[in-house]
């Protein structure tokens, strides 16, 4: 019986993947659709012309002979590929061309439009008539290393950046993907590790770009009919920085592309560094191919800094600055703003602006009336650091003292009061606040938010307590 065109194709890639690794078989076999078969002509779909490219020139002689052997030697290839809109319509069409074993027959004309042979590659971030003949990296030069505080919160990404900056895609980094919350330093890392390499390794070719861009520059490319170019460019580059790539999320057309891209650099052992406002597994609208391929090297995380790092980052940025402030107004903005960097030093700058147009002396006064009106408009979260330093000032305790084991009888009404307010003004899980709090577990938060429940009613001095701060708290 004759065996239809799926059948066909499934012995096919039985034979295929015994003979190339998994990894190329499953990238440049698996998406390519059987169509038919007629008169030992074997039709596939293939995604893109640039795939189609990519076979005839790395895995033709390997598909040939899979052919061969299924419909013997007589038998013949055609490709259906699926090309980009360029006419504005919606749908895809197909185009049907040959196998035309490109090593072997290199002047078989094809229908195709002109650009899949002209060669020529041209820079989407020059304008044309402004020729540059060295790619331009457009990484921003303040966001290095040296600036870059390390932190727990930080510590793994920052020293895997920096060995991949040490030696960009010899290490298992590959590709690096950076992710964490919004204003924590993502593009910060991803410029400093940019900027280290151009240094270490002048002869790299090292681009940074958003992936807003690097899909506006892809919809331009489909306009102009300058596919083939955008790709061309984007594979010459050794060390490519791809920011804020949540952005690819639902754009197909644009994932496909920056999935032959990523394979083409991987496979040449270029370095790819990617980030992201997610971890991989949240990012929903990313096909999964994309998704596995971030698997490959390594994924850190950045979190939001603790409150020694958020001191020794607006510690550094005056320095830099040449400014001087006092530290109970740097260690006030830095209790007042945890969950984002970026916010922590517009604080800093709103607050050395309205010094210098008021002519007032930076103050603790000046930054407590400043951060009311600079942050509370901006729905802030009360940090749990905040509320253990407003507990302490108030009982006058050492905050120290407050996350110590002790079991001092003062304290640990300190340490509860602390928990409880975390609890009703945060929103940290129990088990957050109790490692916060003197590495306690969650029952034990739990069990301070009753004693402050049951003591408030039954003991006056401590009802006091409790309202006294929680006018503190609604103050600010
Ligand atoms: P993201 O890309 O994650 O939104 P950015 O990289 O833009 O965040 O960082 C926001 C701001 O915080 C930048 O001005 C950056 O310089 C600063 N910043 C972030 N992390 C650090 C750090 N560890 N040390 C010093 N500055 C930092
Ligand atoms: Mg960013």
Redesign the pocket.
């Known amino acids: 019986m004759k065996k239809n065109a799926n059948e066909v194709w499934e012995s096919c890639l039985n034979y295929i993947k015994d003979n190339i690794n998994k990894e190329s078989f499953n990238t440049w076999f698996i998406p390519i659709k059987p169509i038919k078969i007629k008169d030992k002509v074997l039709t596939i779909q293939v995604p893109s012309k640039f795939f189609y490219e990519w076979i005839e020139e790395h895995y033709i002689d390997l598909l040939k002979s899979a052919v061969r052997k299924e419909l013997g030697s007589e038998s013949k290839l055609v490709y259906s590929i699926m090309m980009e809109n360029t006419n504005g319509n919606n749908v895809p069409y197909t185009i049907k061309v040959p196998s035309i074993n490109k090593k072997n027959n290199q002047n078989i004309n094809l229908n195709l439009p002109p650009e899949v042979i002209n060669e020529e590659i041209k820079n989407p971030f020059i304008v044309p008539g402004l020729q540059k003949l060295k790619i331009d990296s457009q990484l921003s030069l303040n ?1 290095t290393f040296e ?3 390390e932190g727990d919160c ?1 510590r793994l990404a920052r020293s895997a950046g920096y060995a991949v900056a040490e030696n960009p895609a010899g290490t298992s980094f590959n590709p690096l993907l950076i992710y ?1 919350g ?7 890392l991803a410029n400093a590790i940019g900027l280290e390499i151009k240094q270490k390794h002048p002869e790299k070719t090292v681009l940074y770009v958003s992936a807003e861009k690097f899909t506006q520059q892809f919809i331009e490319a489909i306009r102009n009919n300058t596919r083939n170019d955008f790709v061309h460019f984007y594979q010459l580059i050794d060390v490519l920085i791809i920011d804020d790539i949540q952005f690819f999320a639902a754009k197909e057309k644009t994932q496909d592309i920056f999935f032959h891209i990523f394979n083409h650099l991987h496979q040449h052992n270029k370095q790819i560094i990617l ?1 992201s406002d997610r971890a991989p597994v949240d990012m929903s609208g990313v096909e999964q191919r994309l998704l596995s391929r971030f698997m490959w090297g390594l994924s850190a995380d ?1 979190q939001q800094p603790e409150l020694e790092t958020r001191i020794a ?1 607006l510690k ?1 940025k005056l320095y830099k600055d040449g400014i001087e402030i006092p530290n109970d107004v740097i260690e006030y903005l830095a209790y007042s703003i945890s969950t984002n ?2 916010e922590l ?1 517009g604080a800093l700058i709103s607050l050395l602006a309205q010094s210098s147009l008021n002519k007032k002396e930076i103050s603790l006064t000046l930054a407590k009336n400043m951060i009311d009106r600079f942050v509370k408009s901006t729905t802030r979260e009360v940090s749990i650091d905040y509320i253990q330093k407003v507990v302490c000032d108030y009982f006058d305790l050492n905050i120290d003292s407050l996350k110590s084991k002790t079991r001092k009888r003062n304290i640990v009404q300190a340490r509860q009061l602390a928990m409880y307010f975390s609890k009703q003004l945060t929103k940290s899980s129990l088990a957050n606040i109790g490692a916060q709090c003197g590495e306690k577990d969650h029952a034990t938060v739990l069990h301070a938010c009753k004693t402050v429940n049951n003591l408030s009613d039954t003991d006056k001095t401590f009802r006091v307590y409790v309202e006294d701060l929680e006018k503190k708290f609604s103050m600010m």
């Open positions: 966001y600036n870059f505080i930080n964490g919004v204003g924590l330093g993502k593009t910060h980030t950045l980052i550094n960097i970026r030093e």
